[in-house]
């Protein structure tokens, strides 16, 4: 094989065979692991980011009506030790790991990436069924996040499968960095050449979906939780795209991103309004939370029974916008004068 030339290639810190085991990280061991105070920032950096993306999961997965973690002591930490465990594999076959670093003949990279492919099935193959359904649980989340992030126009359109990719195979912290809006850059010569290693892991994971066991994932009990009891209030559905509600407005970013926005308000009053440009930008630039907080501060007179704080499926809320925008529209046609 040819994943030790693939290490050789000054992409990795350490060997595979030197890089630490679940079982270094046990308390009685931890003072082998923390030499120096740079490697003790860097573990309080990981920290936070992972307590901030288990908020981020409670709201999104559990209950959306609060923004810090409603998970229980045993749910934290299965999503926690999931968590740990695709930010390594995302530090081991994801950035800085493109194969193509290691040969420049085109052969060679693709028996090097098959060879990484297969130690990527091995990989999965040695987690127990117990483990491998919050870290499958886990992964979608952080693909999730990615998708988020990409749809919701941080990053130009352009190249956005590559970029997700990237988002993922950059690990956790910058996952989430994206998220938050504050990515300041990316690096570009390596965004082409992560993205076949990161399909192919989405494959490997595809198959491990079989071995997922009910009862193990991160929530002890998901039928049990706020979110799944909730329907519809108006069409009394419960679509698996999510519901809306004042709590998490903001996350429509990235399921309806400001530039289909305008698309599907298909405004009947369009030609009056003289300028599209300074709707399009009012749009992109208010956050969601605000513009549709406004727009049910101004909602016409057969909306009034709809609160802002009714759970409303995604299709119903677009029917609301499209009613109702106009009147916030106007409100904005003389800014500040
Ligand atoms: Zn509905």
Not at 242 to 267: A, D, K
Request: proline letters at 7%; hydrophobic letters at 35%; a positive charge.
């Amino acid at each position: 094989m040819n994943v030790d030339a693939y290490w050789r290639g000054g992409l990795a810190p350490l060997p595979v065979s030197k890089l630490p085991k679940e079982q270094d990280f046990q308390s009685n061991n931890v003072d082998t692991i923390i030499d120096t105070m740079r490697e003790a920032h860097i573990l309080t950096a990981n920290h936070n980011v992972v307590q901030e993306l288990e908020s981020l999961y409670s709201w999104r997965k559990k209950d959306p009506r609060s923004s810090s973690s409603r998970l229980t002591r045993c749910e934290s930490d299965r999503f926690q030790a999931a968590l740990y465990r695709v930010w390594f594999l995302c530090a081991l076959y994801g950035r800085p790991a493109p194969a193509n670093r290691v040969g420049k003949a085109k052969s060679n990279r693709q028996e090097i990436q098959r060879d990484v492919n297969r130690e990527q099935a091995k990989f999965l193959q040695s987690f127990t069924p117990s483990q491998i359904t919050p870290l499958l649980e886990v992964w979608k989340f952080m693909v999730d996040l990615a998708t988020w992030a990409v749809r919701a126009e941080i990053f130009p359109p352009k190249n956005c499968s590559y970029l997700k990719a990237y988002l993922v195979w950059c690990g956790p912290g910058t996952t989430l960095q994206a998220f938050r809006g504050n990515l300041t850059s990316v690096d570009r010569k390596v965004v082409h050449s992560l993205r076949p290693p990161y399909e192919h892991f989405c494959e490997v994971f595809n198959m491990a979906e079989s071995l997922k066991q009910p009862g193990d994932g991160v929530l002890i009990l998901p039928h049990e939780c706020f979110l799944s009891k909730l329907k519809c209030q108006q069409c009394a559905r419960a679509p698996l795209e999510g519901l809306w509600s004042e709590s998490n407005w903001s996350y429509l970013r990235g399921v309806v991103p400001p530039s289909e926005f305008l698309n599907f308000v298909e405004l009947p009053w369009w030609n009056s309004y003289t300028d599209a440009e300074l709707l399009g930008d009012i749009c992109r630039s208010t956050p969601y939370s605000q513009l549709i907080g406004e727009v049910f501060l101004l909602r016409s007179k057969a909306y009034r029974t709809w609160k802002p704080g009714c759970w409303l499926c995604t299709t119903c809320l677009q029917t609301f916008m499209r009613d109702n925008i106009e009147a916030f529209c106007r409100s904005r046609e003389y800014p500040e004068q």
